[in-house]
């Protein structure tokens, strides 16, 4: 059944994302002391119950890119069912926010007044924002959580006014494929989100850095549902500003370790940096399925097999990482994406049989025994998986300490021959038996 969609709009730095946060109960939009913060929508979902837009204060638009910002607003109003307008309630009511009210009251939609920051000493009286025509303003607190119970409950009233169910809260746990893609700013992330998506969801502008939040949305591919994360790009460390550069970052980490599989986006018409290397590296770190994404390859003159040579060379260490030369303009290889994310999650969840692993051990051990010192050598006695997303393996054996390292890059060659372990990072652990 379709949820509800509540949209919540309002002015620059009124505390729209704090409230976002507090109602999804988890801080997936960017808080900051600066005005503006958010520009793209950011989506979230209250427990089955309806669908929460935070979008970015409205003002008058001073550019191109500030009318792209204007537009997803305007998006989500028409979108969503109900409308909360979150106002600072230290400050008065101006010009500014009598247009939003208008703009809201416009709609049709049923619409609420949240005269945020109540817990302040210089809020100001409810009757100084009755001018705005909305009835029974409800004064909140993002910060100390102040009426937001009986918010909660009032939006649920409200939308059950208009026909819908609002019990359903989610009871079994989210099957859907996370996929998330991660990469420098510029690289084409949210142009391939466009693309995957099919709708104009992102901001995309020819500006560096346009995505702050992670931009999400679901859709179905052969049955099953995908949930895209769009993040924002990350530069070297010590080229993050101080504030919102740096929260982005951090969501880029946080997207990283919720999704399922991340499409590290690499553009072809430039050099491979050690920032790219970097991420990919965090990808396996945090045991995700992983695609190198080849981006702009319309714009890209280079052969072919230039490109894969210096992939092959500068990320050499993922060798199991599937490559996809993509663009996001002509849609080359886009679905492919959705196909290798489907493999690579199946075999992020493959259990092995003990039987079937210890019979690849012993046939390894007999063609290429381990070194070890002069009377000493390693001996691995048997193996057993003992986890999946991703999968681990243990090999129990004694005077273990002394495996070369290349030995256990020898077991793992060997395990990804038998196994389609495309993309899929593996773990071992090697313990001595007694």
Known sequence: MKLPVVAIIGQTNAGKSSLFNRLVRKSQAIVAREAGTTRDNVVGKVENQYILIDTAGLKEAEDEFESHIQDQIDDAVNSADMILIAMDSTKYPNHDDKLIAKKALKSGKPTMLLLNKADLGDALPETEFYSLGIKDPLRVSATTGVNLNELRG?????????????????????????????????????????????????????????????????????????????????????????????????????????????????????????????????????????????TKTDLEHKETDEILDNLEYDFNFVPFAPVVMTSS?????????????????????????????????????????????????????????????PPWFVVYGSNLSLLHWSYKRYLERRLREAYDFTGTPIFFSFRNRD
């Open 329 to 389: 303009l002509t849609g080359k290889n886009v679905t492919k994406i959705f196909e290798l994310a489907q493999q690579i999650d199946k075999a992020r969840h493959a259990e092995l049989k003990t039987s079937d692993l210890n019979k690849l051990l012993m046939d390894a051990v007999a063609s290429h025994p381990p070194a070890g010192l002069k009377n000493t050598h390693p001996k691995l006695r048997y193996m057993v998986q003992t986890d999946s997303c």
């Open 154 to 294: 009032k939006i649920l009233y409200e939308l059950k006014q208009l026909g819908f169910n609002t019990n359903n809260k989610a009871e079994k746990e989210d099957d859907a494929l996370k996929i998330a893609l991660i990469g420098r700013p510029n690289v084409g992330k949210s142009s391939l989100f466009n693309s995957l998506a099919k709708k104009q969801q992102a901001i995309v502008a020819n500006l560096s850095g346009t995505t702050r939040d992670i931009n999400r949305t679901e859709l179905k591919y052969k049955g099953q549902t995908i949930e895209l994360l769009d993040t924002a790009g990350l530069r070297k460390p010590g080229k993050r500003e101080v504030g919102i550069e740096k929260f982005s970052a951090l969501r880029s980490l946080a997207a990283i370790e919720e999704a399922d599989v991340c499409c590290l986006l690499i553009d072809s018409t430039e050099p491979h940096s050690k920032l790219d290397q970097s991420l990919a590296g965090e990808i396996v770190k945090a045991g995700k399925g992983i695609i190198l994404v080849v």
